[in-house]
């Protein structure tokens, strides 16, 4: 059983199993896709199994009054000052340095999910270029998302609810398939990346996936099998 597949079991994120884990004495454990071992199943059954929940009866209904629906009111949009601090989170598998059109600021990403502040007025001049569009950072702050929709459009949804980047690979073989074909560059890069990485720890992706970067991407990842 993989750690994802217990985390399903028990009902909780890939990302806390990992960290309970680790924190329990399994510090090899770095990837949703490992294989636990029996103890690691054992104790994480003890942890995080719940006990049941006695049945109660069914409470009674009371009447509720009609709700009056008020006129939704048009949220104002949020006026940002040059210097204002925005979230922004990195989404490739290695570092990131980047220096400010004006040379004043450095910001660093070591990892995958790193969240660096970032000015406004260095996002703005950022706005049409592929740090942003690519994209290697996501801004998190979800005014500023929308009011920049028209530039961004549809490029973070690889990335909504993907903890680590070798969630990707759970994608069944259809989409990963068009994934592939029709992401961005920095989502091509990473999952030939997150491919090699993983063959290099042992953590085999599955060999039709491989097949599919390989043909989409004209890698050669399965010859690094033989």
């Known amino acids: 059983m993989k750690i ?11 990302k806390d199993l990992i960290t309970y884990l680790r924190e329990a004495g399994f510090s090899s454990v770095s990837s949703h896709v490992q294989v636990a071992s029996e103890d690691m199943i054992a104790m ?24 009056v629906e008020k006129p939704v009111e048009e949220k104002p949009l949020k006026q940002f000052k040059l210097d204002d601090m925005i979230p922004c989170r990195s989404v490739t598998p290695y570092g990131v ?21 970032v000015r406004y007025k260095d996002l703005q001049s950022w706005r049409r270029n592929a740090i942003v569009t690519n994209p290697m950072i996501l801004i998190e702050d979800a ?4 009011q920049w929709k028209r530039d961004i459009g549809d490029i973070y949804k690889p990335f909504i609810g993907v903890e680590y980047p070798e969630e990707l690979f759970d994608l069944s073989d259809d989409d990963f398939e068009n994934l592939l074909r029709t ?15 993983m063959i290099r720890a042992e953590n085999y992706p599955d060999v039709r996936k491989l097949r599919i970067i390989d043909d989409v991407l004209g890698t050669m990842l399965m010859q690094v099998l033989r």
């Open 4 to 14: 994802n597949e217990l985390a399903k079991e028990l009902g909780i994120k890939n």
């Open 44 to 67: 994480a059954h003890k942890h995080f199994d719940a006990p049941k929940e006695t049945v109660k009866e069914p409470e009674k209904e009371i009447p509720k009054k009609p709700v």
């Open 183 to 197: 992401g961005s560059r920095t989502v091509k890069q990473i999952i030939a990346t997150v491919a090699m990485t």
């Open 143 to 146: 005014d500023l998302v929308e």
């Open 97 to 117: 340095t980047l220096e400010s059109p004006d040379k004043t600021m450095i910001y660093r990403w070591k990892n995958w999910g790193d969240v660096e502040m």
